[in-house]
């Protein structure tokens, strides 16, 4: 949770941009490849979420939102 809460997209989130999200950057901070399958992406988000919520980080629960939200394909949705 430590390195999500100093990376650069997670700066702008939290001082009210909505960052425009790079997929090679979002996988590097999912500790995931590109072109994972969208299962390891959304299995990486849910326990990161969790851990966040866990540790009562609505910052980063609201931020993990915001990935799932702007790229769902990413994470096995629409």
């Given at each position: 949770?430590?390195?999500?809460?100093?990376?650069?997209?997670?700066?702008?989130?939290?001082?009210?941009?909505?960052?425009?999200?790079?997929?090679f950057?979002?996988?590097?901070?999912?500790?995931?490849?590109?072109?994972?399958?969208?299962?390891?992406?959304?299995?990486?988000?849910?326990?990161?979420?969790?851990?966040?919520?866990?540790?009562?980080?609505?910052?980063?629960?609201?931020?993990?939102?915001?990935?799932?939200?702007?790229?769902?394909?990413?994470f096995?949705?629409?």
């Amino acid at each position: 949770m430590n390195e999500i809460a100093v990376n650069n997209l997670f700066i702008d989130f939290s001082e009210g941009r909505r960052p425009e999200l790079d997929k090679f950057e979002v996988a590097d901070l999912l500790l995931c490849s590109p072109d994972s399958p969208s299962a390891l992406w959304n299995e990486r988000l849910i326990s990161y979420k969790s851990t966040a919520e866990d540790s009562k980080r609505t910052d980063l629960v609201d931020f993990f939102d915001y990935l799932i939200d702007d790229r769902p394909d990413w994470f096995g949705g629409d």
